[in-house]
């Protein structure tokens, strides 16, 4: 068991930062939180039956601040002023609630133009 457990921890040491990205988003398809990678933790297993999840902007690029608003408000369905005013609160939730596949809508979409998005399940 050893030696698979080190023969996987090499290879994920020599994925690019798309293939860790696409890992998360495989990982969070079984319930496991996509954090593990991005900070080290523990995998923590989503045991609610309802699947939801949390989509979180933790941080935008300073120079791609009007990009970021005007995908908020694309995203979100919202009036310029409220996207600008979520934008500026960040961190802060762009949607609670939703489905997988929302959430990693929302996650590719901001974080290809640099944006970090966290995604929790709910529970």
């Known amino acids: 068991?050893?030696?698979?457990?080190?023969?996987?921890?090499?290879?994920?040491?020599?994925?690019?930062?798309?293939?860790?990205?696409?890992?998360?988003?495989?990982?969070?398809?079984?319930?496991?939180?996509a954090t593990i990678y991005r900070f080290g933790g523990t995998p923590t297993l989503n045991i609610r039956a309802g699947n939801e999840f949390n989509v979180k902007l933790v941080d935008a690029p300073?120079?791609?601040?009007?990009?970021?608003?005007?995908?908020?408000?694309?995203?979100?369905?919202?009036?310029?002023?409220?996207?600008?005013?979520?934008?500026?609160?960040?961190?802060?939730?762009?949607?609670?609630f939703c489905t997988w596949e929302e959430a990693e809508r929302l996650l590719f979409a901001f974080e290809e133009i640099g944006c970090e998005i966290e995604i929790t399940p709910v529970g």
């Open 1 to 33: 068991m050893k030696t698979n457990i080190a023969n996987l921890a090499k290879e994920l040491a020599r994925l690019t930062e798309a293939e860790i990205n696409e890992l998360g988003a495989e990982l969070m398809k079984h319930n496991v939180s």
């Open 62 to 96: 300073r120079n791609s601040l009007l990009r970021v608003v005007k995908l908020t408000k694309e995203m979100l369905n919202l009036g310029l002023k409220d996207a600008k005013t979520i934008v500026d609160s960040r961190p802060v939730y762009l949607k609670e």
